[in-house]
């Protein structure tokens, strides 16, 4: 049992690292199967269109599912564009806080995109199918070459023994993509390193407190959805009950629409407050009718 608690106490400690090491290893491992088993590249003229296909549109429609899957994106943009709110987010302020959050989301869900991109360009095949089928390439090795021709280019990934005759440019096709990708993950690595020292350079709070902050979010939310899951049960049977038994139904409190709107609402962080949650402003200034509630949203913060 203790084994199991620590564990848990390690999963829930590390939980954002492991995520993203799990979703790399599956993206990785999903490319390599999908290049060895699914992609065949056509040796013509239309090698630079499939090539590149097969090394961009996975990564794409990979971003798109990232972004279905995440829960703050339906957060965010749930009854953004419903008549009441319209005016409230034509305001400059709204829009900047709008990016403040939609940008590191879509850091997160860009880590799937970027590693099949750098996993595929390390592989080198797709980036070799599309570069023989370059004009670009072509006009490289063909112009002061007489023994190659842009038809021997195209034929390059399919022929062994054209790969092993025009070994100087195979070898390059597969150095050069090898060389963007090592490029790509190190540019990456620097961009994530350089925006994480500045965001807890510029952060609100100190390194326990927004340690604090998290375990509270994560057990808020666990809460939450207990708390949300009895509760529609009960009114689901109350509801059910009073339809087969004919009979009117007893008081029942459940939250309006104004109250679920107070508590949707992404939280900006305070430090003249001591609140870590919208819900946690909200049962704290009387129901969210005080005018210190109604001032969210109108600062902007890092965190």
């Known amino acids: 049992m203790d ?30 199967i999908f290049s060895s088993v699914v992609f065949k590249c056509p040796c013509n003229s239309e090698n630079l269109v499939y090539g590149y296909s097969f090394l961009l549109v996975p990564a794409f429609v990979l971003l798109l599912l990232g972004y279905m899957m995440n829960t703050r994106t339906w957060r965010l943009f749930t009854g953004m564009c419903s008549p009441e709110k319209h005016l409230q987010y034509c305001s400059w302020r709204t829009w900047a806080h709008f990016c403040q959050l939609f940008v590191p989301m879509t850091v997160k869900v860009s880590v799937a995109p970027f590693t099949w991109i750098a996993v595929a360009l390390l592989g080198a095949n797709f ?37 092993a005759a025009m070994s100087s440019v195979c070898l390059s096709f597969h150095a050069q993509s090898q060389l963007i990708g090592w490029f790509l993950i190190a540019s990456i690595m620097t961009v994530a390193l350089i925006s994480t020292c500045v965001t807890h350079c510029f952060a609100p709070v100190s390194y326990l407190q927004f340690k604090f902050w998290k375990i509270y979010s994560r ?40 109250d679920w709107q107070k508590v ?3 939280y900006t962080f305070n430090p003249q407050e001591q609140y870590y949650s919208m819900l946690h402003k909200y049962v704290n200034t009387n129901r969210g009718n005080d005018a210190e509630f109604k001032e969210e949203g109108q600062r902007l913060s890092v965190f």
């Open 264 to 266: 949707s609402v992404s």
């Open 127 to 163: 980036y070799e199918c599309a570069a023989s089928g370059s004009n670009m390439t072509a006009h490289l090795f063909c112009k002061n070459n007489t023994n190659y021709s842009q038809e021997q280019l195209y034929k390059m990934p399919c022929d062994e023994e054209l790969s």
């Open 219 to 258: 057990k808020e939310h666990k809460h939450f959805e207990i708390k949300a899951k009895e509760h529609a049960t009960k009114l689901a049977e109350r509801n059910t009950n009073c339809f087969f038994e004919a009979t009117d139904p007893a008081p029942f409190h459940t939250p309006s629409n104004k």
């Open 3 to 32: 084994s199991l608690q620590k564990a848990v106490d390690f999963y829930i400690r590390y939980q954002t690292t492991l995520s993203f090491s799990i979703v790399s290893l599956l993206t990785a491992a999903s490319e390599r």
